[in-house]
Structures are given as structure tokens and as C-alpha cells.
């Protein structure tokens, strides 16, 4: 069994620096020679961990490959955002043990978990159990997982989801703004950060530091980005620059809620 120290090392991370990026790389879209620069740029630029996954296209052979691509280029965590039970890798060091809560197919909420979960064990993988609402636009992940995205303006039933997933044991909730789509918006994510003490994760369309350090300022714990990575002509300077302004909206945030 392999040593369980991610969840520790990510609460660590944000109880130091007040809020974390990862950088997500999508092996249908992102071949493992890129993968490794991309890894290494944004280790540079001050990442935390690699995320691994993609709604469509991802084979546990591919992201075998990427994942022993970006272990080998970086020595942060490298973490599994699988979109199905058959993208697990041995080789990674955690896995979101995701359940899409506002999916409507059961197979997306406990079906593919419980295909999962067998692998998961044999291959000593550490779960970080994580429940995954989708809103906004909901991008590809909505689509292929029969999911109802919430608007963005469904307030209290954003805030409603995210309590759920905290009262069901979630240790970290994931308010998904969909892949290339528009940001989740910062007042919606202070609702969610006045409602839940369960860190919070927050991904899909974030492009522009100021996107990041509003997000950050508002409560978010950790920031996930994929495009930008995967579009940027140069990714230390485009991550470097998310990762200066989050912190600076994690402080600001730090500042405004001192007693
Ligand atoms: C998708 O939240 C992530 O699951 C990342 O979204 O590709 O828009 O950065 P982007």
C-alpha cells in the first residue's frame, strides 16, 4: 500500500499560502511529451499538484503514459480527475474520488464509484472524496454526465448542494464551472464559503488573474485551470500570474475575515 500523504500535504498547502492552484492536463488533449513541459512550467510558475482526466477520449493506457510523463518532470502530487472508472492509473499518487451530485443518471452519482472502487484498492491509490456539482454552461463534463447544470443565479440551491456534500462526508466539494466556459461567479462562491467549512474547489473558464484573485478573495481553496495550459504560448508566465493574484485574494480575504 502505497503512503497516504496528499490530503495532508493539500490542507497544509492552503493553510501556508491561503489558497492553491493545480493544473489540469487532459491526456486526449495533451500528448505526454507536452504534458511534461506543461508539468514543469507550472511547477516553476508555483502549482501545487497535476490533475489528470477528461470527459472523453482517456484510456487507462493514456494516462498511464502521462501521468509517468509528469511524475518523472515534477515532484508534486499527481492527482486523478477521472470522467470514468476506466481512466485510473496505478501510477498516480491519489485519485478525486468524485461523485457528480446534480448528474441524473445514478451511474455518475454511485454506478461507475462502485466499478471503480476494486481498482482503486489494488492499486493502492489514495481517495480524496470529493462531491462534484456542475453548473453554468457545464461544458463536456455535463454533457457526458447527464448532468443538470445549476445556474449560476440558483443562489441557494448552489449553497444547498454544497452543504449536502458536506453533511454526506465529502471532504472537498468542487463547484464546476465547465471546461472553457465562464468562470463560476466570486459572490456565488462566497454563499458557498459562508455555508461550508469543507474546502473549496473551483475550475472551468478560469483564464485571467483577475478572474483567480476575486475567486480566491471570495473563499475559494483551491483554483483548477486546464485550457490555459494547454493554449498559452508560454505557461510558467500565464500560470505565474494566476498564482500571484490568487494569493493575493486569498490574503485579502484572510485580512477581511480577522477578527
Ligand atoms: C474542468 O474545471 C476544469 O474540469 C478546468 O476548466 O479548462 O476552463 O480551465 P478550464
Known amino acids: 500500500m502505497k503512503k497516504r500523504w496528499v490530503r495532508e500535504y493539500i490542507l497544509e498547502r492552503i493553510r501556508e499560502r491561503g489558497a492553491i492552484h493545480m493544473t489540469l492536463l487532459d491526456p486526449d488533449k495533451t500528448p505526454p511529451e507536452q504534458a511534461s513541459k506543461i508539468a514543469r512550467e507550472a511547477f516553476a510558475a508555483g502549482t501545487s499538484a497535476i490533475m489528470v482526466g477528461g470527459s472523453t477520449g482517456v484510456s487507462e493506457g493514456m494516462t498511464d503514459e502521462l501521468v509517468l510523463a509528469v511524475k518523472k518532470a515534477v515532484d508534486i502530487p499527481v492527482i486523478l480527475f477521472p470522467g470514468t472508472p476506466t481512466a485510473l492509473s496505478k501510477y498516480a499518487d491519489a485519485v478525486w474520488f468524485l461523485s457528480v451530485l446534480n448528474s441524473q443518471n445514478p451511474y455518475f452519482i454511485v454506478g461507475a464509484q462502485v466499478q471503480g472502487a476494486p481498482i482503486v484498492k489494488r492499486y493502492g491509490l489514495e481517495t480524496l472524496s470529493l ?117 493575493e485574494g486569498a490574503r485579502a480575504r484572510r485580512l477581511r475575515d480577522a477578527p
Open 131 to 247: 462531491g462534484y456539482i456542475l453548473m453554468g454552461s457545464g461544458g463536456a463534463a455535463s454533457l457526458v454526465s447527464y448532468a443538470r447544470p445549476l445556474p449560476f443565479d440558483a443562489t441557494e440551491v448552489v449553497v444547498a448542494y454544497a452543504l449536502a456534500a458536506e453533511y454526506m462526508g465529502f471532504n472537498f466539494v468542487y463547484l464546476e464551472g465547465g471546461s472553457g466556459g465562464h468562470p463560476v461567479p466570486p459572490a456565488l462562491v462566497r454563499m458557498v464559503r459562508e455555508n461550508v467549512t469543507i474546502p473549496i474547489i473551483v475550475g472551468g473558464g478560469i483564464r485571467e488573474p483577475e478572474t483567480a484573485r476575486e475567486l480566491a478573495k471570495a473563499g475559494a481553496d483551491i483554483l483548477v485551470t486546464g485550457t490555459i495550459v494547454e493554449e498559452s504560448e508560454n505557461v510558467q508566465e500565464k500560470v505565474r500570474e494566476i498564482v500571484k493574484a490568487m494569493e
